[in-house]
């Protein structure tokens, strides 16, 4: 039994918002959106951070980049997005399951 929130999600043992599911990532609308879109991605295994990565994660990480401008299209947003990766405490990440971020439409927070 897992304590982690983003694998309660994929679990389903937690409800979301679900946008887009595979045999490998997971993605979700923010609980708390800082843009009128806001996504996170997450791959299903459980990866804390970009700091727990290794080279077994090389193609699983290549195939979430590739996936990243996709989601954003089919949220529409057709011309550009932001992404946001936390890592650790000094990169402010509070959900210990590696998650890019896909930020993008009216009120897009500045990068501060
Ligand atoms: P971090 O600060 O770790 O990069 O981002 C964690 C994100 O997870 C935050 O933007 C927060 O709003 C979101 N979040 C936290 N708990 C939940 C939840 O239960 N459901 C969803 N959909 N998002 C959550
Ligand atoms: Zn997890």
Redesign the pocket.
Known sequence: MTDC?FCK?IAGD?P??KVYEDDLLYA???????ASV?L?VIPKVHIESLDSLNAEHQQLIGYMMLKLPELAKSQGLDDGFRT???TGPG??????HL?S?ILGGKNMPGFN
């Open positions: 929130l999600i937690i979301s918002d979700f609308k923010d609980i708390s959106p800082k806001h996170l946001i990766i936390n990169g402010g990440q509070e959900v210990g998650h971020h």
